[in-house]
């Protein structure tokens, strides 16, 4: 019922225990797509684990620790957009997002980011939004690369995914510099 | 962030803990509206009764949203407990003086019965006002509640127990 519209065929929602089954079938409609870049998602993804998924991030919501979001595009449930936490001792957040596999070349992505930076500099009141990519992860990178984030290292083995380390790039934006590019 | 919009001057927002100062003002400046709070009633009474309800929410047992009007907090409105065994909630709400006779009341029950009966799949829904609050009473009247009797001396209010009448609507109603 409650939901943030970004345009006539794109929302962003909560996602509540009643959205479990439409969640579990995109997720497994598009298992090994969202799994290539995703360590939380194991092989044999089961309901219950969906299910712990929706409440985990409920609980964290309820706590003031971050949400995350579905994306909806025309009525269907396309992917999903959070931040991974919120930490108000040094003002910051991570944002991070995954797509169903049919969902993708759409601009999902690009359009939701957006809000959930507003809202974290504007209302939440944070200095420094982080979206952290797979170096390999060439389309994910495209989208803090368009949105204007700086690229501010190599954090090396900083991630296990499905048995190896990767490393990950990090991409920051300030809300200075946020603000300076919405001015321009 | 999240919202439902009933019309263009009107929309129901999840609170979240930010809003606790707008909350306590609006029931602060509307106290004698309000005899279950108790005097100290604070700032932090109000994010503490914000949480409860998001604790609710996230347990998919409830929901505690603000009534806004011309972007200002007029009210709230909320899901008391989901009771998922029998199917039914108690909706609750109140308003700010200023607000009234705007029908928000009725808009924003009509959203959360809509809700209620359509994406939860409830089947009963509760309404419960003080016997001698009329304009509460107003509200299950005109959407067509039934009276279903008075549970006499069941709340403690301003210093004395009143009686509460009951009002229903079932989905199939």
Redesign the interface.
């Known amino acids: 019922m409650f939901s943030y519209k970004i345009d006539e065929e794109t929302h962003l929602s909560l996602i509540e225990s009643r959205h479990a089954g439409e969640l579990h079938d995109l997720i497994q409609n598009s298992l090994e797509h969202i799994k290539e870049w995703s360590a939380w998602l194991k092989d044999g993804h089961s309901i219950e684990d969906t299910n712990d998924f929706i409440n985990r991030n409920l609980q964290q919501f309820a706590a003031n620790e971050g949400f995350g979001m579905a994306i909806w595009h025309k009525g269907e449930m396309a992917g999903q957009i959070e931040y991974n936490y919120l930490d108000r001792e040094n003002l910051k957040t991570e944002v991070g997002y995954w797509l169903g596999k049919s969902f993708q070349g759409k601009g999902l992505i690009s359009k939701s980011c957006p809000v959930l930076i507003n809202y974290a500099f504007d209302v939440l009141n944070l200095k420094r939004i982080e979206i952290r990519c797979g170096v390999e992860n060439v389309k994910s990178r495209r989208i803090p690369e368009k949105l204007g984030f700086k690229e501010e290292g190599v954090a090396r083995q900083s991630g296990l995914l499905h048995g190896r380390y990767i490393d990950h790039v990090i991409y920051g934006m300030l809300a200075e510099e946020w603000r300076n590019r919405n001015a321009a | ?5 009933i019309d263009d001057e009107t929309e ?3 609170f ?3 809003n606790a100062e707008q909350v306590y003002a609006l029931l602060t400046e509307n106290l004698d509206r309000h005899p279950e709070l108790n005097k100290n009633f604070s700032v932090d009474d109000a994010k503490e009764k914000i ?1 409860h309800d ?2 609710l ?4 047992k409830g929901l505690g ?1 603000g009534i806004w009007y011309q972007g200002e907090l007029a009210g709230s409105i909320r899901y008391h407990e989901i009771d998922w065994v029998n199917r039914s909630t108690e909706l609750g709400y109140w308003l700010g003086e200023a607000f009234e006779g705007k029908g928000l009341v009725i808009k924003a029950c009509q ?1 959360l019965i809509d ?1 209620a009966f359509s ?2 799949s409830l089947y009963r829904i509760v309404i419960s006002c003080a016997a001698e609050n009329k304009k509460s009473r107003a509200i299950p009247e005109k959407l067509g509640f039934k009276v279903e009797g008075v549970a006499r001396q069941s709340e403690w209010q301003q210093e004395r127990f009143v009686d509460m009448v009951i009002y229903a609507m079932l989905a199939s109603e």
């Open positions: 962030m999240f919202s439902y919009k129901l927002r999840l979240e803990e930010r949480r998001l604790v929410f996230s347990e998919n949203a959203a809700h994406a939860l």
